[in-house]
């Protein structure tokens, strides 16, 4: 215990009394992050509200017909057109073929009628054999679409009509009974209704019917720079093993009662609550200092113990890494170069640049190869996502493996002269 | 073999990867215990490579070593507590101060901070660096930093001290200082094993050398004895003749 002391003191003198290496660790991330989120706003939220145009031409005029359309407005993928009822049906479809529409909507005439009067007779019909049941002529909603439109949206939009037109048969139908009720009982009653509207339908819904998750600039970029700071560790960590062995100071290590792997943990242990006081400083950038500049400001989601373990998992990925660059290098120019390289390559593959959902088909599955990628999805699905640790562990798991792999390598390494 | 044997080397070989020749040739050699013993040769001979493989820095091609009866290749953590080692380079970190070096080696010998402080007492006033020692290495003169590797490798009082060329390139008043310190030391029962290229340095502070040229042992024993059986006037003509 006492030489495990030892060592991570001197670890953490040497980091501390590389003041140029500690301000690049720290400062250069911070820099990048304020940066690229100032310079990306704009665009995230350009790809935010870029809303799909939807045309809907109500030729109802009823109950149903406006319900569709009020509840069509609220869902804020969609900017909603209104057609006059006098633009023949040709023409509707020759819009969205062309593109000016992803889909179009036609809500035929008479359907609340139809719907009221179908509603009204099943329900006599139940009180009163009578009266026959109602012959279901069901009524046509026409969805136009583009041959382009995105399946999820047109998912979207379906679910949204049918869950309105649900909600109007349900309504329609306990006005009928309480009709039909009042004729029967001797004691006035009350209309029943249901307390308030039973579905409704959110933006929140249609985002996660989407298979695409769209961060804005803060969301984005905190976590994005986040990982690329803690990767850069790699350059600080493989630099410093390097530094010691040609110091001859790791000579005289190996000469003394000291094993090797005691010495790799005193680093990691250092390095890890370097990287995680980094994610610490993202972070409080990102919830006090955006909101001074403009930005929007970071929610950190309810998951802490998941952002504290997609944190921790991307650093231990980090820090085998370096002990592996350590150990395989030879010269601390090697080093340096290498690492300083590979980080970058690992953030550009892993959406920290460019996100991932912007990326070419092709590039969005290579992307998935960069452990950088698989901290930034971890860290999606927590702040974006809200989901808890079922989002994050197979990210978490594939971080440690890959930290696993490279320390053990770095390990097996051992440098003898 | 006796008990009292410090080091037994067998017929050790030492071929490094790429070398055409061997940096260590068929060495076979045995120290006694409480010996001051000085492996000479020029540069080149193999002196730091020998001094490698019997601290365990690297491995050996082939042959035999065991240090107090221990071998080297499989009982390497018993060894490691009773040895010294005071690397030919610098090997301090340069952006500590030489306190926290010494604080730190010591403790991954796993020495008390009292002992560890009792050993820099003592030893600064001995190597007179007592007002160096909040000082960074990296801005230390040559023979203050030798001083205090030489300081690094003592602090656990080892039975057995590996010193590689501790006097080289310093000047004649450090020099003085390091070898009465390393002669106080032997008088303690420490066994020395110290290479260098100074023969007349050695010729006084030996009671056993042996002499390496190109990986090779060309001759051993107590060094009058040596001088005198080759009918030479000192130990530096005996190696001038030797290499020729
Ligand atoms: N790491 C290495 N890899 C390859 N060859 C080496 C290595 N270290 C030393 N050698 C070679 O082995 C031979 C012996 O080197 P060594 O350092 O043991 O000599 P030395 O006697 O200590 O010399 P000096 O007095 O200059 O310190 C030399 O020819 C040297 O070039
Ligand atoms: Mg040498």
Known sequence: MRRFAALLYKDFLLLVRDKAGLALLYLMPLVLVALMAYLQNDTFKAILENKLPVAVQNLDKGEVGDAICKSLEKVQLFSIDQLADSVPIK?????VANGDYQMALII???LSEQLQNCVAQSIQHTFNDSIPAPVIASSKVTLLTDPTTKN???ATLSSSLNEQITTMQTDLMLQEI??????????????IKLPGKVVEVEQRVAQLNT?????????????AWGLFAI???????????????????FLRLLAMPCSFTLYLISKVAVYLVICLTQVLLMAAVGCWLFPLLGLPALSLGTCWSGLLMVSVSAALAAIGFGVAIGQLARTSQQASVFGAISVVIMAALGGVWIPQFVMPKFMQIVSMCSPMNWGLSAYYNLLLRGSGWEGIWWQCLLLLTFGAVCFFVGRGKERRL | MSKDLAIEISHLFKTYRDADRPAVNDLSLSVEQ?????LLGANGAGKTTTLSILCGLIKSSSGEVRLFDK????????????????PQEYALYPELTALENLQFFGGVYGLEKKQIAEQIEGMTDILQVKDLLNKRIARMSGGEKRRFNLMAGLLHRPKLLFLDEPTVGIDVKSQQIIIDFLRELNREGMTIIYTSHLMAEAETLCNHVAVMVQGRKLCDGCPSALVAEAGVANLHELCLNLMK
């Not at chain 1, 023409?91 to 819009?95: K, S």
């Not at chain 1, 990767?231 to 100071?249: T, Y």
């Not at chain 2, 080297?72 to 953590?77: A, C, E, I, R």
């Open chain 1, 231 to 249: 990767f850069f560790i790699v350059v600080s960590l493989a630099g410093n093993i390097i530094k010691e062995r040609e110091e001859g100071s």
């Open chain 1, 152 to 154: 999820s949206f047109m």
């Open chain 1, 108 to 110: 035929p005439e008479g």
């Open chain 1, 211 to 223: 298979d695409r998750l769209i961060p804005n600039a803060t969301q984005h970029n905190v976590p």
């Open chain 1, 178 to 191: 309480s009709l039909q009720v009042a004729q029967l009982s001797p004691m006035p009653i009350g209309e």
């Open chain 1, 91 to 95: 023409d509707v479809e020759r819009r």
């Open chain 2, 71 to 86: 071998d080297v290749n499989t009982q390497l953590k018993e060894i490691k507590p009773m040895i010294g080692v005071v």
């Open chain 2, 34 to 38: 409480g010996d001051f013993f000085g």
